[in-house]
């Protein structure tokens, strides 16, 4: 609960000997410590006597009372002022003076038969709602953008139009009379006609899952509360059971590290680990696994870690769950600050439009509207700028070798090659970053393999959200039963893709940019090149891992950001009742004034 700050570790680095310290001088610095623990023990006794303990669920870890939030909340408040003070001059985001807002739901609802949600009274209303405008001033997509994947990008949300349905406003942060599992799979019976069978095929529906990755040790906020209600309202109940929302849970703890995956068959064993991790809410959501399970799978790989093998408990589970065709991943550090439905659909259908010819060079690349002008123009930049014959088109397999011999690709090139190959197409790996080959970029990861030959192909996609086909997903499996094969979790996935010829598609989504920059400068830094120069598209990966990769923590969505989770905090506290944020220039309180931001990626939201 008490954790040492900045300052007091530079206090006790003031405090360390450069050689063996004097007995006088040991005693002073003992003296020391003893004052701090007992400054921290008054401190924990002061806020118990406050606080009911005994009155905190088990999955809060009993670490992160209500209060204990509230004291957050409030300490947030200035980190969100000096937000304010520093990218509120560079963004004019406030909902004051906008249109009344509207209700928005994107899902088209016409072939659905209608599925029941929480009781009403719970949050008070059910419709999410936007605002019609963005607020005057409100800056472009430094890279990507909404009409490019087709979402509305002219429309605005506040944290308590966003999550009025989800209790945003009510008093009550779990709602123990809800079980999400069971609306859910109501829902689906309710729909069940329109969604293809095993192995069916026809005009019906696919089914796809959205993993949400977790782990005991996880500290349930708020707002988690709120963004998880979200994702199951808007993506499964709304859709009539066209996503089903399914958390993945890992048992680190050294208590937990024998159990087999018949132990988590097991009501008797499970039941009590959902009790004590997960809201009661969520619970007929959790599928639990531990390492245990996937040493087990593939004893052969060595390597079972969530940053070394991320996608392993996923390819597990798609071995048993043959009613989804795809399977979205995200993290619970992930946010998506418009409505879910439109996103993830309109994130599938335009990779499904799009054509295979300079595909992965086009994923490897960040779209830039200020420099490419249009996506159109972008296009043909990149195929001018591929060498003949030198783009990737078809399978690229690893190189045969007298301890890897077996490999066969899944697709083959065919001939000829249609003009349109792909259009039409679902594609296999969807990853919301840059698809790139790692290789002399620096990336930390970039030599990790095992078994595979040293010149194999690879690509990366960090960090871990994107769409995975079941396909893709089991044979990556069948590679790591059969040889024992790995690559570092992030470039798992596309790996696989291209060693088959299999579809794998970079989505431009918009990302934001908080700093008043030449945009050519920040072409230059994430793409490699200089802008309106000739490039090599087979050799541009450099933006990614080489010094200027620091600019990443001030875009939107990378692995490593500060933008994201200060937008964020400052969108969710600002909900026109903070006193310390809404204040006009004559020092008045502003009354209904909340940051209006449109549909946007975040991640990752650590603190919240």
Known sequence: MFRVTHNEQSFFRCLEPKMSPSPSRSRRILV???????????????????????????????KLSSQEYEEEIL?????????????????????QG???????????????TACDGPPLNLAGVRELYAYPTLPSRFPSPVAGGHEIIGINGSICFTSTSRYGPYGVKSKETEWLEVKWGQLQQKCLER???????????????????????????FKWRPNDFLYTRSLITELSLASGGEYEIIFMIQLNGHEHADLTASDLQ?????????????????????IFFNTNVLKDTYPDVGEWSYTMQSYQPVQWLALSRREFT?????EQDFRYTGHNYEFFNSVGEWARKQPRDNLWERNSQLYFPAVHKTWDNFVQIIKQNTPFGQGVLGPRPPPRTEDYTSFEPAILLPSPVPKDWGVGEDADV???????????????????MKVFPPDTPRRTSPPNSGRFSRRVLLLTHEEQVKHGTCVAGEATNPTTALHHGLKAVYVPHPMYFDEDIDHKELYRTFNGHE??????TTKAHDGMAKPGWIRWRRLTFSWMNELAEELYKWWIVSDGTNENVHKGHSGQRVHGREPCFPSMALHPIKDV
């Open 430 to 448: 969807i990853s919301l970053s840059r698809i790139w080959d790692p290789v002399g970029t620096g990336w930390v990861f970039e030599t990790y």
């Open 326 to 330: 795809h399977f979205w991943v995200i």
């Open 531 to 536: 802008a309106g120069e000739a490039f090599d």
């Open 191 to 217: 729909n069940k006609h329109r969604y293809k069978a095993d192995g069916e095929t026809g005009e019906k529906k696919p089914r796809q899952a959205v993993v949400l990755r977790g782990h005991e040790k």
């Open 266 to 286: 097991n009501s008797s064993i499970v039941d009590p680990l959902k009790e004590r991790y997960v809201p009661a809410e969520f619970r007929d959501l959790v």
């Open 75 to 95: 300490a947030n408040s200035s980190i969100i002022e000096e937000v304010v003070q520093r990218i509120g001059t560079f963004w004019s985001t406030s909902n």
């Open 32 to 62: 020391v410590l003893g004052v701090v623990t007992f400054a921290q023990i008054a401190a924990f006794l002061l806020l118990r006597k406050h606080v009911d303990l005994s009155t905190l669920s088990p999955y809060f870890s009993s």
């Open 98 to 112: 906008l249109p009344p807002p509207f209700k928005f739901n994107p899902v088209d609802t016409s072939e659905v």
